[in-house]
């Protein structure tokens, strides 16, 4: 069972920066699978339905939501088996749970970490 662990958020203003940092665990879980697998950052305002913000596939390619393009970067450390939002420029509108998961969000959602942008 994989269990995920996300970290990194807090209380910004408008035009600040967060890096968020997810962490896989798990008994049995191989660096390999982690290796393997498409991984993303959702996030979930209040009232809204969980969407995904930025994936990224084993060699490295990236999909943005459009409204985060240009802001935040994703990236992962396989080794550690991390995965990693940085994000700039942010906005109110940014403010949210984020989550992390695969990308068709078949391992079970950690508690996720708030993130909150002051205006």
């Known amino acids: 069972q994989v269990q995920l662990v996300e970290s990194g958020g807090g209380l910004v203003q408008a035009g600040g920066s967060l890096r968020l940092s997810c962490a896989a665990s798990?008994?049995?879980?191989?660096?390999?699978?982690?290796?393997?697998?498409?991984l993303a950052w959702y996030r979930q305002a209040p009232g809204n339905q969980r969407g995904m913000v930025a994936r990224?596939?084993?060699?490295?390619?990236?999909i943005y939501e459009e409204s985060v393009k240009g802001r935040f970067t994703i990236s992962r450390d396989n080794g550690k088996k991390t995965v990693h939002l940085q994000m700039d420029s942010l906005k109110p509108e940014d403010t949210a749970v984020y989550y992390c998961?695969?990308?068709?969000?078949?391992?079970?959602w950690g508690q996720g970490t708030q993130v909150t942008v002051s205006s």
């Open positions: 798990g008994s049995g879980f191989t660096g390999s699978l982690f290796r393997a697998t498409t």
């Open positions: 990224i596939n084993m060699i490295g390619n990236t």
């Open positions: 998961n695969t990308g068709d969000q078949s391992w079970p």
